[in-house]
């Protein structure tokens, strides 16, 4: 007898390569693909008006993709472990397949409903397909522990068959005699939402500017890989100011909702290579967007305090301070830092921002000035962020705030002039910040120090129609490079953890003598990161800062996970 399947999308959120979409097809009488939804939830939880909306859109752009296979997505209202049962009674239900969700929370979730499925005689199928690996062979390959430094990581996949590749887009010749009973008010019972419903007030919410969906991620990806001549020659892109703005080709936000699927991206990304360079294996490198993800889901899976810093072994305990004035003003984008406010306006508008914003704004935040904890930080990029996810958002603030995986914390962003050396006219500034746009380029970056009759003529008096800075820069520096010293000093076991060692060829780890860094035209007092096109400054070359594996957010701008230069460095000088 043909079973009767429930496949239950979560992330996945797409019919390409969704093997365990695939599975409840295969030999079935009936499919009903569902996706639960708890109103309540909506209501109370952190997430901001935009990363709802694109949720929302991906699910009505898969409602609309399985309509043409005669198919329909069940939006269903409440808690999987409430609801569960009653659909495997009233649907008389014998398989449920789902993706393997590799997060902490989820395979608690998930173990809870494979019982409840259990003991109602439904059989359960998982399959991988959000990671390119099986994190657990991973952790097995490295003695049962999660490997905490990428260079490890690298080690281990690199001994490792290569990611299974995708599976065919489901399809109407696959579904064959496969049919979802559909009644007439499907529509009532089980539509997708819209943001009102959900209790949003939406007057005012500009367009979105990342449309979600799957047919928007294989669009994308398309005229990602276009522009990617740097696969063929390697060429870096030079930072500017329409690097910091969203573009159409990024793919974050659908790697991490799974609209895209990063198996497809990965091998699309080895089928253009291996086109260009005949005869050639890619490197390791060509993937570190899809590998600095895998590698923090590896390092969250089994790690249930990942996204803390009280309980998790491998973060340095760090006396933060609480100051909810200080955290408002920095989430609000009232920092008095054009640069820092700018991109926080940008977060708040539009869900995404620069992976380098992003080590710009965790580091003002935590280590550099405010000392307050990655941990508040990771929320507000909860609530804002579309491609914010449990373990490569919490990955990502600790390696910021010099808690776990990067420990070189005297690497301190100047909230000034990184932005300044990445757009002189402050095009990105006048954008997000419209009260400066009048601002002559020479003071836009420290509008405090434009003359009075400048403010006046701007029409922008600070203090007035724009915040004073909230903290001196370089005390605040100074200081906490002080309080940072100590801390790692007395935990110096737990920082051993995670600190891996550069190789030899990286520059980046190198420490200048006093004389280069005094020589550095960008920045006094600092050593730079790489900045592309390679030249010389501090006196000393800039390489490739691949090698020194800083992460980035997954689908960022740097070709392969790159950092594109980081000329808002500052390392202090030896005493």
Known sequence: ????????????????????????????????????LDPWFAGSSNLGVNRWRFLLQCLEDLDANLRKLNSRLFVI???????????FKEWKISRLTFEYDSEPFGKERDAAIKKLATEAGVEVVVNISHTLYDLDRIIELNGGQPPLTYKRFQT??????????????????????CVTPVSDDHGDKYGVPSLEELGFDIEGLASAVWPGGETEALTRIERHLERKAWVANFERPRMNANSLLASP??????????????????????????KVKKNSSPSLSLYGQLLWREFFYTAATNNPRFDKMEGNPICVR??????????????????????IDAIM???????????????????????????????????????????????????????????AFFHQYTRIFCPVRFGRRTDPEGQYLRKYLPVLKNFPSKYIYEPWTAPQHVQEEAECVIGRD????????REASERN??????????????????????????????????????GCPYCPHAVLMPLFPPLRCCGRPHGDPDEAGLPEACGGDGPSGRLLGDHGLRQALPP
């Open 466 to 473: 724009y915040p004073l800075p909230m903290v001196d820069h």
């Open 156 to 177: 281990l996949i690199s001994r490792m068959d290569p990611p299974e590749p995708p599976v065919e887009p489901l399809s109407e010749a696959f579904m064959g005699k």
């Open 249 to 274: 080709t990024g793919l974050s936000p659908y790697l991490r909702f799974g609209c895209l699927s990063c198996r497809l991206f990965y091998f699309k990304l080895t089928d253009l290579y291996r």
């Open 345 to 403: 306006t940008q977060l708040r508008q539009e869900g995404w921002i620069h992976h380098l914003a992003r080590h710009a704004v965790a580091c003002f935040l935590t280590r550099g000035d405010l000392w307050i904890s990655w941990e508040e930080g990771m929320k507000v990029f909860e609530e804002y962020l579309l491609d914010a996810d449990y373990s490569v958002n919490a990955g990502n603030w600790m390696w910021l705030s010099a808690s």
């Open 481 to 518: 490079l002080v309080l940072m010293k100590r801390v790692h000093s007395e935990q110096e076991n737990t920082a051993q953890l995670t600190r891996g060692q550069s190789p030899p060829s990286s520059p980046l780890m190198m420490s200048p003598s006093p004389s280069s860094v005094a």
């Open 318 to 339: 760090i006396p933060w301070d609480r100051n909810n004035e200080a955290l408002a003003k920095w989430a609000e984008a009232k920092t008095g830092f054009p640069w």
């Open 77 to 87: 209202r409440g808690q999987p472990a409430n609801v569960f049962p009653r659909l």
């Open 1 to 36: 007898m043909s079973p009767n399947s429930i496949h239950w999308f979560r992330k996945g959120l797409r019919l390409h390569d969704n093997p365990a979409l695939r599975e409840a097809v295969r030999g079935a009488a009936t499919v009903r693909c569902v996706y639960f």
